[in-house]
Structure formats: C-alpha cells, structure tokens
C-alpha cells in the first residue's frame, strides 16, 4: 500500500485547505484511513479518520467542526477539508492506513503511512 499526501500550503488564519491522500496497492474495504499531524517539538497526534467501507468518521476534539474527512472510492483517495484554520493548525499532516474494524487514535497502530505535506498557518 502506498499512500500520497498533498494539498499543503500558507494560509492565513481563518482560512481553508484541502488535503488529498492518493492511495494504491493492495487497498481492503476493511481499511481504515486516517491524518495525523506533527508539530515541530511535539509527538504526532491523530486529527481523523474513515472507514473505507461505510464512511464513518472520526475527529480529535480540536477537529470537530472545522475538519472534515471523506473519500472517493472511484479514486481511492481521501481528503481532510480543512476551515477556520488557527496558527496552532500548523504542522505537517500525514495520512496512514490500517486493517481494523474501528479507527485506532495512537499513531503506532496504523501499519501504513504517506510522506507528510506541511500545512502553515499564519497570524
């Protein structure tokens, strides 16, 4: 499985991004896709997550209401709508996958992952 991540950039504070996550190879219905994030100095922390199969989804608290996760199955990708963007959003996001019936928040349990694209909000 292989995972590509874009869709990063500048942004001012209160504005929008959206992050893409081109999947290929072995991809099951039983997948869970998730994005995380890493701030420079700090450990990296989930943000959301589907399941592949029905849609469910799932948010940190900090995400709720301004993030949105979704995917395109004709695609495989999965994107994170990012709105009302804050300067503590500023990190560089990543997005992984794993087999499981339920998405998993620590980030060890996510068996695949893509390179990070570095989302920068500004004051």
């Known amino acids: 499985v292989q995972l590509q991540a874009s869709g990063g950039g500048l942004v001012q504070a209160g504005g929008s991004l959206r992050l893409s996550c081109a999947a290929s190879?072995?991809?099951?219905?039983?997948?869970?896709m998730g994005w995380f994030r890493q701030a420079p100095g700090k450990e990296r922390e989930f943000v959301a997550a589907?399941?592949?199969?029905?849609?469910?989804?799932y948010y940190t608290d900090s995400a709720k209401g301004r993030f949105t996760i979704s995917r395109d199955n004709a695609k495989i990708t999965v994107y994170l709508q990012m709105n009302s963007l804050k300067p503590e959003d500023t990190a560089v996001y990543y997005c992984a996958a794993v087999r499981a019936a339920e998405a998993p928040r620590p980030p060890p349990r996510y068996d695949y992952w893509g390179q990070g694209t570095q989302v920068t909000v500004s004051s």
């Open positions: 190879g072995r991809i099951y219905s039983s997948f869970v």
């Open positions: 589907i399941t592949w199969s029905d849609g469910k989804t």
